[in-house]
Every structure is written in structure tokens, then in C-alpha cells.
């Protein structure tokens, strides 16, 4: 439903703002600066400035380190949308606030949707009845978390594209051969990932995260989803003795090694898992948020290729 009204929304806005968006030809790239673009993510904002280039800035609405899963936008944020020409958003249920908060913004902007004509799988680690009846609300449909399969991540390009385009239709040729050169480099992280995870024997391909987020990740690399802390696309969930104890279970039966959390995440729960499972606690996850410059995940490129590291370097 919610993606329907995102889809409905851009179209409605897209009508209006192409008749003052555009930009004469003839003009320098710099001529589009006073275009603000705005990526909910920090990650999806990193993705786009790489379809942007140098013609427009994009700013992220998330600060780094931020889980957009229990973001809760604050008057300056609904303020920064307000002033917004272009908002980006992951879609696919993924930013729950959005579309309260575009009403309380106001005001006109392209609204892109980054996942959108993609497929969401259907979650795979379902939440026990007792857990289904407690957090209804967070219960889902399917899993949003495309980017952790960079040959989807094309697909959020090309839409990012086509939206900067309608906006600023003076920087076309720019963004289409910026898309084009990052559109190669996701072909070439797809083709490193897979000869990175051919170290790992096969029968060891096993997966246990805090919250179900790599789903697209396993389907594309050949990984064995066994469970998770949480067994939900969402961390507002939170897991029963019961659903515990199944997961103690499983993890025994598969004899998966390890135990992957983002970074921030309380580790006290896998820890205790862990004790009872003989596995190792890997806590140097990304998922959802980008790091400084001089971090280990400063763009969404780098998240990925630190991410395969741990997970390889756990499991080989």
C-alpha cells in the first residue's frame, strides 16, 4: 500500500515540478546548484552522488550511524524535506515515516523511489505466533534490504537517474554517463564478491545476523540463511525465549560458525547464544549506515567489500 502511495506521489509531484525544474542547455554544470537533493540513507545518498557527480550535491537525512529501521524525523528533518527539489528513498516499506512526514513538509519535490520494479523476496525467517501477535506492526511483507546484492543496486541507479533527469533535464548527459561508469564498478563488486566467497567451502555458507537483512546477499552468493536473533526485516521486533531457543537449535543442527551483528548493536544476546553454540560473535557489520571518511565503510562500494572480508575471514 505504502508503495503505491510513493508511486502515486512521485508522479503527482513530477507533473508540477518539471515546469520549473528545468534548466536551459546552454548553462554550466554549476548552474544546477541550487538544486537540493536529498537521499534518506547514507548509503543511498553515497549511490546517488555517484550518479550526481560534480553537478549536484546530495545530502543524506540520516546522520551516519543512525538505524533507519527506529528513525523518528524531528522538526529540523521535516524542515530539510521541506526545502528539498528531490527527496531518494529506498522504498519498498522501507522508510515507515515517510509518508506522514511528506505531508507535514509540504511544498513540491520529485520524489524517486530507488527500489522501485524490483521484487521483494519473501522473508524466510518467520517470527514464532507468540512474537506475530506482540509486534504486529512490525511484522513484513517482505524484505526492503535490495542493496546487499549490488546487481539490484543497477536498478536503483537507473531510477535515480532517470529521476535526476526529469529534475534537471540540462544534466542528462551527465548523469547518464555517470550512472553508466557506476553501473560498472557494481558489475565488477558483483564479480569480486563471488570469487571472494568461492574461499569459503560450501557446506559452510552459513548465515545468523541480528535481524534478517541479508536475504538478497544469501540468494545471490549461495549462502544459507540459518537464522536470526531477530527473525524480522525490522530491528523494532524483539525475539521470544521460544524463538531463541529454535534458533540455539538450528545453529547446533547446521554447526554455522559465527554470528554477525552491525556495528552499534548490543551484543549480549549473541553473546549468550554463542556460549551455548560454541560460535564466534562477529560484531564489524554495516548494514544500514556509512562511516566517516576515514572509516571502514565511507561508501557503499566500501561497505560491501568490508563486509564480504569479515564474513569470508569467519567462515573459510
Request: charged residues 20%.
Given at each position: ?41 547514507t548509503f543511498l545518498a553515497d549511490i546517488a552522488q555517484n550518479v550526481a557527480g560534480e553537478r549536484v550535491q546530495v545530502q543524506s537525512l540520516l546522520p551516519l550511524g543512525v538505524d533507519p529501521h527506529t528513525f523518528e524525523p524531528t522538526p529540523q528533518d521535516v524542515k530539510k524535506i521541506a526545502e ?233
Amino acid at each position: 500500500m505504502q508503495n503505491t502511495t510513493f508511486r502515486w506521489l512521485t508522479l503527482l509531484i513530477l507533473t508540477t515540478f518539471l515546469l520549473t525544474a528545468c534548466s536551459p542547455a546552454t548553462q554550466p554544470a554549476s548552474s544546477a546548484s541550487t538544486l537540493k537533493v536529498l537521499a534518506a540513507e547514507t548509503f543511498l545518498a553515497d549511490i546517488a552522488q555517484n550518479v550526481a557527480g560534480e553537478r549536484v550535491q546530495v545530502q543524506s537525512l540520516l546522520p551516519l550511524g543512525v538505524d533507519p529501521h527506529t528513525f523518528e524525523p524531528t522538526p529540523q528533518d521535516v524542515k530539510k524535506i521541506a526545502e528539498s527539489n528531490v527527496l531518494i528513498l529506498n522504498g519498498a516499506g522501507f522508510e515507515k515515516w515517510a509518508e506522514k512526514t511528506l505531508q507535514n513538509a509540504g511544498g513540491e519535490r520529485l520524489v524517486i523511489e530507488a527500489a522501485a520494479g524490483l521484487t521483494m523476496r519473501e522473508p524466510k525467517l518467520e517470527m514464532h505466533e507468540h512474537e506475530q501477535e506482540t509486534h504486529t506492526d512490525h511484522h513484513h511483507e517482505g524484505d526492503p534490504h535490495f542493496w546487499f546484492d549490488p546487481t539490484l543496486v543497477i536498478k536503483y541507479v537507473e531510477n535515480i537517474r532517470d529521476g535526476l533527469i526529469a529534475a534537471d533535464p540540462a544534466g542528462k548527459d551527465v548523469y547518464t554517463t555517470n550512472a553508466a561508469a557506476y553501473i560498472t564498478q557494481l558489475n565488477e563488486l558483483d564479480a569480486w564478491i563471488k570469487t571472494q566467497v568461492e574461499q569459503i567451502p560450501p557446506q559452510r555458507r552459513l548465515l545468523i545476523t541480528d535481524h534478517e537483512t541479508f536475504g538478497y546477499f544469501a540468494d545471490r552468493y549461495g549462502f544459507t540463511l540459518v537464522g536470526a536473533i531477530i527473525p524480522n526485516a525490522t530491528t523494532e521486533a524483539a525475539p521470544s525465549a521460544q524463538a531463541l531457543a529454535g534458533l540455539i537449535e538450528q545453529i547446533r543442527e547446521t554447526g554455522a560458525p559465527a554470528i554477525f551483528l552491525e556495528t552499534g548493536r548490543s551484543p549480549q544476546l549473541a553473546e549468550q547464544i554463542a556460549a551455548e553454540t560454541n560460535t564466534t560473535v562477529v560484531t564489524d557489520i554495516y548494514t544500514h549506515s556509512l562511516t566517516e571518511a576515514d572509516g571502514k565503510a565511507p561508501t557503499y562500494i566500501d561497505m560491501m567489500k568490508h563486509n564480504v572480508t569479515v564474513i569470508v575471514q569467519a567462515l573459510k
